[in-house]
Structures are given as structure tokens and as C-alpha cells.
């Protein structure tokens, strides 16, 4: 009697783990959608990015090749936010050929950028920012 | 007797190999540049006296008149922009870094081609021409550097206050600014605090970092340039900052101080040629800079040449 109740409650334990990690998996997945129509995009102009990628190929500008730089330049130029007003930048995940990187601003607010290699994808290609979004 | 002609045979096939293997390491790249590295461009677009010097010398000793002389000009202006052309139709295109560097030895190959058309008969001469100059370039400017910089009291063995580096140009994110290989300097300047180590963020905590720029040749200089971006080549390369300084020197640390490591893989094969990514470095650029400061250091428009820079303000 006692080993039939245990049963049920392990039998309810995993099905509650597996819902949760179904729920998470889902949520996950819905967040990182980029069709969502929070994604805000950003116009890449495909003859200017070869001419930049031509420029770092000539051994200017190397930091184009880092996602991180290229976040941190598009957050300070294009979206005139301070980099001292970054808190934290980490990769979130590798997706559709692009990557992902979400940033923590010091009042809080974190925001999502989608980059991809428009020129060339391997070690030596730029990488720019297609769309980005304010998650919080 | 066999086996006496068995052990001639063999080390007469151990010395053929050992030969071999001896005039092709006697042929590196460090010999002979062609078609590795921007030679044309070196030659015919530094603004550097002795460089001009060499062109004149160049003409006269192959006999090549002047319209073949624009010709070879125009093909070192092509050999700059020509790795830009990897990108043609290969848009989205996978590719190692090891085939990136094979495309852009078969780009140079087609600067080769053009240049064998150019020169006709004349073609043999100046390959042997250009491998000469190479050597004695490479010397003079090993010297040079030295004594320019015993002419103005400073020893490359201590403290890297003022040093002669190549200087190319950039188009950067203001029209005053300046890119050196280290990416701290940039992210300091700039403010991007969280990206640099937080072992190394004490080292870099007193911006803004300048640099005063001077031009022997005009006699022009620019004072207290901001460091807004990371280049030539490399982000990791603060070549002004000795191995055991209080700033240690984070890559490439068997180089001599104040030696970009671009210069030395252009002038030596260090690192294979490369750069810290890999890629084949085709020029020996320790310092880009905006086209109004060099510009303002009356240099042309896509003009390089050896400068002076002062990295007292620099980590």
C-alpha cells in the first residue's frame, strides 16, 4: 500500500518536472522567436557591409569580427546608449545562422540583438546587427 | 659490397631530400614577397624618400618608361582593394580561415598575371629586382628605425615612449581618431567597462588615451588624438608596453618592444605571416589613422608611411 503511494507521487513529480520543462522549453522558444513583432529591425545595406568587410580584410577595424564590439558599437552610435551604461552583454544563443546577445543596461532595462554575417560566415567575416528588442 | 652501395644510396637519397628541403626554406616568404603581401602598394604608394628613391631606381634599372610605371602604380592600388573582391559572388558563403588565406594567395596570383603582362620580357628581372629591394628594405628600415630613434635619445630596449610605426588609413567613427591594436585602450575611451577583464580594468582606468602623431617628412604633427577604435590586424598587440612592464605585453611577447606584430609578419613571416585570427597580413601597419588626421600630417589619400607616435598617454 505504502509502495503504491510513493509510486503516485513520483508518477506526479515527473509529470510536473517534464510540464515544467516543456513550459520552459516553449516559453524559451516563443522569446527567442524572431518573427515576434517586437523585433525591431535594422536596414543592412548589403553593398556597404561587403565594402566593410573588404575594409577588414585589409586589416582595419578588427573588432568588427567580435559580436560583443560590433553589440557595444551599435548600442553607442546607433541607439546613442553610453557604454558605461552597460552592465552586462552575454550570448544567449547561436540561432538561424545569427547569434544573439542580450544586454543589461544599469537602469535595468535588458535588450536583445540578433547579429548576422552578411559577407562571409567563418573567423574573418563582420558581423552586424539585424534586429534588436526590448525584452524588459 | 651491397650493403656498402646500400648505405651510399641511402645517404646520397638523405642529402637530395636534405637539399630540397633547404632551398625551400631558403625561399620563404621573408626572401621572396610576391604574391603574399602587398609589394606594389609598399613600393609605390609609401610616401617615404627612400621608398620614392627606390621607384626612381626601379625605373631606371629595368629601363620601364613611364606610362609602365603607372601601369605598376595602378596594379598597387588594385593589390590593396583586391582581397575586397573574395566577397564577389561568394556572398553567404562558408569558408575557413585557411581557404581565405588560399583566396587571397590566388587573388595575388592575379596580380601576378597582370603583371607579367605589364612587363612583357622585363618580368624575370623584376621579380629579381623586387627580392633584392625585399632584403635590403627590410635591412635599411630595420637600421633606420634604430637610428631615428638614437638620433632622438630614445633606446627600444627601455621604456616605449616614442616610436617610428607604418601608418595606414581607416575610415573611423569621427573624423579625429586614431586605431591601435589593443582593444582595452577603445573600450576604456569609450566607456565599455564590463568587456574588459577585471585583473586587467586597474590598468585602464585613467582615460582618455591620446596619442601625439608627428611626420618627419612635412614636418607636421597632431597632438592628443583620441584611441577610438582597435587595429590594425590585431586587438590584442600593445606592442608600446614591454612583456615585464606594469603593463604586460598580452600577445606575441617574444617580439622586441615597440615591434607591431603586423610589421614583423610582413617583414619576417613571424607568426607564418599571420595575424592573431589567422589571416595572412599584407601590409605592416602598427597604426591606422582617420584620412583628416593624415591628411592633416600631409599625407594623400590612401597614402601610408612610417610615422612617429607618442604613446606616453597610452596604459
Known amino acids: ?136 | 659490397m651491397k650493403k656498402n652501395l646500400k648505405c651510399v644510396v641511402s645517404l646520397v637519397i638523405i642529402l637530395i631530400i636534405f637539399f630540397s628541403l633547404s632551398v625551400k626554406v631558403g625561399e620563404s616568404a621573408s626572401d621572396d614577397p610576391w604574391g603574399q603581401k602587398e609589394v606594389l602598394n609598399y613600393l609605390f604608394w609609401t610616401a617615404d624618400p627612400k621608398i620614392e628613391q627606390d621607384v626612381i631606381k626601379l625605373q631606371k634599372d629595368l629601363r620601364l618608361d613611364d606610362a609602365t610605371m603607372e601601369k605598376l602604380k595602378e596594379l598597387g592600388l588594385e593589390e590593396r582593394l583586391i582581397i575586397g573582391e573574395l566577397d564577389h559572388g561568394e556572398a553567404l558563403e562558408s569558408v575557413s580561415a585557411n581557404n581565405f588565406n588560399n583566396k587571397v594567395e590566388a587573388l595575388f596570383a592575379n596580380i601576378d598575371s597582370e603583371t607579367r603582362k605589364v612587363l612583357g620580357s622585363k618580368y624575370d628581372d623584376f621579380r629579381k629586382w623586387i627580392r633584392k629591394w625585399w632584403k635590403d628594405e627590410n635591412e635599411y628600415r630595420k637600421k633606420w628605425i634604430e637610428e631615428k630613434m638614437q638620433e632622438q635619445g630614445y633606446s627600444i630596449l627601455s621604456d616605449y615612449y616614442r616610436g617610428l610605426v607604418f601608418a595606414t588609413q581607416y575610415n573611423g567613427h569621427t573624423s579625429s581618431e586614431v586605431a591601435l591594436p589593443d582593444k582595452y585602450v577603445k573600450f576604456a575611451n569609450i566607456g565599455w567597462w564590463d568587456d574588459i577583464p577585471s585583473a586587467i580594468r586597474p590598468r585602464y582606468s585613467n582615460p582618455p588615451y591620446t596619442v601625439n602623431v608627428y611626420y618627419d617628412v612635412t614636418g607636421k604633427s597632431v597632438l592628443n588624438v583620441k584611441v577610438l577604435d582597435a587595429g590594425p590586424w590585431n586587438i590584442d598587440d600593445n606592442y608600446w608596453d614591454s612583456a615585464n612592464g606594469s603593463n604586460p605585453r598580452r600577445l606575441f611577447r617574444d617580439l622586441p618592444l615597440g615591434e607591431p606584430e603586423a610589421q614583423a609578419a610582413y617583414q619576417q613571416g613571424y607568426n607564418g605571416g599571420k595575424d592573431q585570427f589567422g589571416r595572412t597580413v599584407s601590409n605592416p601597419a602598427g597604426i591606422d589613422l582617420t584620412p583628416y588626421i593624415a591628411s592633416r600630417l600631409g599625407l594623400g589619400y590612401m597614402q601610408n608611411d612610417w610615422i612617429w607616435v607618442n604613446f606616453s598617454r597610452l596604459p
Open chain 1, 1 to 136: 500500500m505504502i509502495k503504491i503511494t510513493r509510486l503516485k507521487y513520483l508518477i506526479f513529480a515527473l509529470v510536473i518536472i517534464v510540464s515544467v520543462s516543456l513550459l520552459y522549453v516553449y516559453t524559451r522558444k516563443e522569446k527567442l522567436d524572431l518573427q515576434s513583432p517586437e523585433w525591431i529591425n535594422v536596414t543592412i545595406d548589403i553593398e556597404k557591409a561587403k565594402s566593410t568587410q573588404e575594409e577588414v580584410d585589409n586589416g582595419h577595424r578588427p573588432g568588427l569580427l567580435d559580436p560583443h564590439q560590433v553589440s557595444h558599437e551599435f548600442l553607442e552610435w546607433q541607439l546613442n546608449i553610453a557604454g558605461d551604461k552597460v552592465q552586462k552583454m552575454r550570448d544567449i544563443k547561436d540561432i538561424e545562422n545569427g547569434k544573439i546577445i542580450q544586454v543589461t543596461l544599469s537602469d535595468g532595462k535588458v535588450l536583445q540583438l540578433y547579429l548576422i554575417q552578411p559577407v562571409r560566415k567563418d573567423s574573418t567575416g563582420i558581423w552586424q546587427v539585424q534586429k534588436y528588442r526590448f525584452v524588459e
